[in-house]
């Protein structure tokens, strides 16, 4: 197997340069954020963003090399990485670290790594294999690909982090619509799953549970789960239509706003840039969303196609869901912000999805050229 599938002068003239300032742009300003978000505790606030610079510079740096490495050569390895982090979720069973309730990082003292996370990018390129070698036409290659999602979706919901879990269950709800299965097994699906509604809420954890409610209704515990939501409304709620300026935010600074670099850190950029600044950061995001389905579109290779209809679902719902939770617009479920939110696992994982896209362009300038 050839080691590079792309040289640096098939880069330059493949490179989607407005996927790759959208996403520059995005990240920047999540470090300015982190930034701000920690600023009242001045012995956290640079190393936070120190640690995201960091995090940034390996990523971009894992970025450009999978650029290189290229979209065919990655999905040959899609199996075995697969196995790697299945392992992986198995012993985060045994020996994980606990947070905010969930079993789901290994922590090595200077750094945490969720591998949930990174787990994305393996799902993405199983799913694309998989979908493409047994097109889910019917019910036995659906019930095969459902098999082997929920190889990653069981350890998942047992550390339990349903958040990732439902990304999981959208990437492959979404592939397996693109892949195009027949309506009446995609419905199917749908049926089951809301059937299963009833027994799923058995399954939460008491503080899970609290979370949905108090989506429903912040004044149940106001002083608990809902105290969160409650504060975040207000933070976006008082930015009003320009913000109150960078590092001027009163819910962050005093501490009012919960979790501030990292789930609810688009609370924290509503405050201080307002309207204006939100629709910046959402047309980035629209931009970004747009590129990849213009490649989705553009490819003829099924696997590519499905790779990137993939990655495409999981950066939406995690984009969407983020920001719809700071807003009370959705239950709270711990998700990162794609590019914004503090974490050096789902920095990667996001760069390393957005890098594999950038593969498919590349791949279909060459075939312009």
């Given at each position: 197997m050839q080691v590079f599938e792309n040289s640096w002068l098939d880069i330059k003239k493949g490179l989607n340069r407005c996927m790759f300032f959208a996403a520059v742009i995005l990240f920047t300003l999540g470090v300015a954020t982190i930034y701000s978000a920690s600023y009242s505790l001045q012995t956290h606030s640079l190393p936070y963003m120190i640690r995201q610079l960091v995090f940034g510079l390996i990523g971009f740096a894992v970025y450009?090399?999978?650029v290189k490495i290229g979209y065919k050569n990655m999905l040959?390895?899609?199996?075995?990485?697969?196995?790697?982090?299945?392992l992986l979720f198995l012993l985060l069973l045994v020996v994980g670290y606990t947070s905010k309730g969930a079993q789901s990082w290994f922590n090595f003292g200077f750094?945490?790594?969720?591998?949930?996370?990174?787990?994305?990018?393996?799902f993405a390129l199983l799913l694309a294999k998989c979908c493409t070698m047994f097109p889910p036409s019917n019910l036995k290659r659906i019930?095969?690909?459902?098999?082997?999602?929920?190889?990653?979706?069981?350890?998942?919901?047992?550390?339990?982090?349903?958040?990732?879990?439902?990304?999981?269950s959208v990437m492959f709800f979404t592939v397996l619509i693109v892949a195009g299965t027949p309506a009446k097994f995609l419905f199917g699906i749908m049926g089951a799953g809301i059937a299963m509604?009833?027994?799923?809420?058995?399954?939460?954890?008491?503080?899970?549970k609290m979370?949905?409610?108090?989506?429903?209704?912040?004044?149940?515990?106001?002083?608990g789960a809902g105290y969160n939501v409650i504060q975040s409304r207000i933070a976006v709620g008082s930015g009003g239509f320009f913000g109150k300026g960078f590092l001027n935010g009163t819910q962050s600074k005093l501490r009012f706003l919960p979790e501030q670099h990292t789930d609810f850190i688009f609370g924290v950029f509503s405050e201080e840039f307002g309207f204006v600044g939100c629709s910046f950061v959402l047309a980035l995001y629209a931009l970004l969303l747009w590129k990849i389905i213009e490649t989705i579109t553009s490819t003829r290779d099924p696997e590519a196609r499905l790779l990137c209809t993939a990655i495409a679902a999981w950066l939406w719902f995690q984009m969407t869901e983020s920001i719809a939770m700071c807003m009370g617009l959705a239950p709270v479920t711990g998700l990162p912000l794609p590019l914004f939110s503090y974490g050096g696992s789902s920095l990667l994982a996001v760069l390393a999805g957005l890098a594999l896209v950038q593969c498919v362009e590349i791949s279909l300038a060459k075939e312009r050229f």
């Open positions: 450009f090399l999978i040959k390895l899609a199996v075995p990485l697969s196995v790697i982090v299945i750094i945490r790594l969720q591998p949930s996370e990174i787990g994305k990018i393996a019930a095969l690909v459902f098999g082997i999602s929920l190889c990653f979706l069981l350890p998942i919901l047992l550390q339990p982090d349903f958040g990732s879990a439902l990304v999981y509604l009833p027994a799923g809420w058995f399954m939460l954890k008491p503080y899970q979370r949905i409610l108090v989506f429903f209704d912040a004044s149940v515990d106001p002083q």
